[in-house]
């Protein structure tokens, strides 16, 4: 919102005694607010902006109340206008894991929504790719620089002959051996991995590069029958597997020849595939917010909420993650799962995740940057509040813990338990089959990942003007009045299909993609 702008401060809820001011630059003390919520208010200090001011005196130890939840306690008496920073909060307690409300709440049944559709990638399996791309795998990091020559010699001499191949993607990561394999947590990351391979934007082509003498050896990674898109073919059901200590390979090229002519293979298959039109219900979105800031919760993450329904509506599927910012808002997500049983799957998840990090000696609080304090995200408590709304207002139809797969009737809202750690739960949503991805931010990040398209959505108008030629969709426009929730979530919900049809996000255009992190859990030897 630009400084001539009259002055602004919303509101999330009608009992909130705190709003937040949405001008560009913040508003300097003595502003006298002219309208809204705050109607009247003089601010008594320069409150910048997404930062949160009282709209009435708050006595010490008060609630201070945003989305009708404390976000946390006066840690003394505030006078109305005064900028409420996070210097005086005492931050709430995380809420114990005992006596929740277990689906108590019955989500009104959204109506079916028909007639949408995509063009994708048919996979074997039933799943639907968006992108069709050959992926080759790795059992261990020591791979990972011949697996990227021979990448850079695919893509140069292979994929001109191939047009209907949208790219090679090595699956480099830091995991394989020097890890304690057996330990109880090793299973996340090597069926991460396992996961990840089995994408449905790779096509079932599961191709493997091992070195050879490594813990996590290829029959570990992808046991006989994990692939099943290539069991169906009846062609021979062993791994394609290029283990570069082989006797047979005599000098480096030996190596990349063997990789690039075992990717021709692959390669002439995945180029014979079509797009062709599918419904909706194929698409398997996986939601995550980044570089948060006040205006998350506010404009882009209620839009993806409302999108997520769309998607619901549609018989889709869609992944909410990050625990760590879904803690404090357990008894939501506890009363809103469709059965006792769902709720017990999300205390599960939570509970193990509360026991890592206390391990560490640390809790949720871990979780906030320096970046959304000055965004005007207090704590943990607020950045969670309004991170949950991606979720929007469907019933919690399932749980995966993390690395698992989808399966294939595991539609409608899913809690994907991953950590918050934008690459990690990228990567683990990328693991449970995830074929677009949305992603919200207000301080900016460029993040983006090769393996699925990424949709980034700013949630401040001046971030979208800035970085115009990274950001896919301006939510700021509902702080500023012009759209509303439900029209961001359609032009969301839109972009979505286009997306899914092969249209490209600008982390695409420009090949902006980040590593694949694992999650794991257990140690390192
Ligand atoms: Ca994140």
Redesign the pocket.
């Known amino acids: 919102m630009s400084s001539n702008r009259p002055p602004l401060a919303i509101r999330m809820h009608p009992a909130d005694n705190v709003a937040i001011i949405a001008n560009d630059g913040g508003l300097p003390a003595g502003t006298v607010m002219p309208a809204g919520a705050a109607q009247g208010l003089v601010l008594r200090d320069k409150v910048p902006q997404g930062h949160k001011v009282a709209l009435c005196d708050l006595a010490a130890g008060q609630a201070i109340l945003r989305y009708n939840v404390p976000v946390g306690y006066a840690k003394q008496a505030i006078a109305a206008g005064s900028w409420v920073h996070e210097r005086l909060l005492e931050i709430p307690a995380a809420r114990e894991l005992q006596d929740l409300p277990m689906a108590t709440v019955k989500p009104p049944l959204l109506d079916a929504l028909q007639g949408y559709t995509f063009e994708g990638y048919v996979n074997a399996d039933g799943s639907v790719g968006t992108r069709n791309l050959l992926a080759i795998t790795t059992t261990v990091q020591c791979v990972a620089g011949v697996v990227q020559l021979a990448v850079e010699r695919i893509e140069r001499e292979l994929l001109p002959l191939y047009p209907h191949v949208d790219g090679v993607v090595g699956l480099e990561h830091s995991y394989g051996c020097g890890v304690a394999i057996d330990a109880p947590g090793a299973e996340i990351p090597i069926r991460t991995l396992r996961h990840i391979s089995l994408n449905p934007n790779f096509g079932g082509e599961v191709m493997v590069v091992s070195l050879g003498c490594e813990k996590l050896q290829p029959d570990r990674l992808l046991p006989p029958g994990s692939f099943p898109i290539q069991d169906i073919r009846d062609e021979a059901k062993a791994l394609d597997n290029v283990c570069l200590q082989d006797d047979a390979h005599v000098g480096f090229m030996s190596m990349l020849d063997g990789i690039v002519a075992r990717a021709q293979t692959h390669l002439e298959r995945l180029n014979a595939r079509r797009r062709q039109t599918v419904p909706a219900s194929a698409l398997v979105v996986g939601v995550?917010?980044?570089g948060?800031d006040a205006f998350s919760g506010v404009t882009a993450n209620p839009a993806v909420g409302y999108m997520a329904d769309l998607v619901v509506r549609a018989g889709g599927t869609v992944m909410f993650?990050?625990n760590t910012?879904v803690r404090d808002a357990v008894e939501q997500l506890t009363s809103r799962a469709a059965t006792p049983a769902v709720a017990q799957d999300i205390v599960r998840e939570l509970g193990w995740y509360d026991q890592y990090l206390e391990r560490g000696r640390v809790d949720r609080s871990a979780n906030t940057t320096p970046g959304n304090k000055a965004g005007g995200l207090s704590n943990i408590a607020e950045k969670a509040m309004g991170s949950i709304i991606k979720s929007g207002s469907a019933a919690i139809a399932s749980v995966l813990p993390p690395g698992e797969k989808l399966k294939a009737d595991q539609k409608g809202l899913v809690f994907a338990a991953t950590?918050?750690?934008?690459f990690i739960?990228?990567t683990l949503q990328l693991a449970a089959g995830m074929n677009v991805h949305v992603?919200t931010t207000g301080r900016g990040t460029p993040y983006g990942l090769q393996a699925c398209p990424v949709i980034k959505v700013a949630t401040r108008s001046d971030l979208a003007r800035r970085w115009h030629d990274l950001m896919d969709l301006n939510a700021g426009r509902i702080a500023e009045g012009e759209i509303t929730i439900e029209e961001g979530g359609w032009e969301l919900f839109r972009m979505l299909l286009a997306v899914a049809s092969g249209h490209k996000t600008w982390a695409e255009h420009w090949k902006l993609h980040n590593a694949l992190v694992l999650f794991n859990p257990a140690p390192i030897t």
């Not at 950590?419 to 934008?422: K, T």
């Open positions: 995550q917010c980044g948060s993650s990050e910012e950590p918050a750690s934008d739960c990228g992603f």
